[in-house]
């Protein structure tokens, strides 16, 4: 059951903004290990990403949510991977996901340290245990082929 503070800020949302858009990216280090972080307001480990603002552009979003969460600095174009509905999560909302590979960035400084829990690379087939369904679907499709599915959950709600 999500959190009272996410509930609320789902009602919010919802009542500002009746779909919704996030992104998330599936950044690689030079070693072929990904990018996750946990969250202090939702259970689960992600991949680095979050609300696309109003008024900014989706690849600007996750310019500056990598770079917030994990201290990732983009010097590079990072690639569409593809668009996930997370209606379980929230009604009407929608996922990009981006591959952003080791050779497109550097290691800066975190800057949403009261947001993020704690960040841990590790190898896409070994992902640590509380990992997300959704999480675990992407890395499935993107590193094993698996058969994709639009849903970030793997089902419609």
């Known amino acids: ?5 996410t509930r609320l800020f789902h009602a919010y949302a919802r009542l500002r903004r009746p779909m919704t ?3 998330r990216g599936l950044v690689e280090n030079s070693d072929g290990q990904i990018l996750l972080v946990r969250h202090t307001y939702i259970s689960g480990w992600h991949m680095p990403g979050g609300g696309v603002e109003r008024g900014e552009p989706c690849i600007e ?3 500056r949510e990598v770079e917030e969460e994990g201290g990732i600095l983009l010097n590079g174009t990072p690639s569409l991977v593809g668009m996930f509905s997370n209606h ?18 550097t290691q800066g400084k975190a800057t949403a340290v009261a ?3 704690e960040t841990r690379w590790c190898a896409p087939h070994n992902v640590p245990e509380g990992t997300t369904q959704g999480t675990r679907l992407r890395l499935e499709e993107f590193y094993r082929n698996a058969p994709p599915t639009p849903y970030w959950s793997g089902n419609t709600g």
């Open 1 to 5: 059951m999500p959190s009272l503070r």
């Open 88 to 105: 379980t999560s929230f009604p009407n909302d929608h996922v990009l996901l981006y591959h952003v590979p080791a050779q497109i960035w």
């Open 115 to 117: 947001e993020i829990a």
């Open 61 to 63: 979003s996750l310019r």
């Open 21 to 23: 858009l996030g992104v």
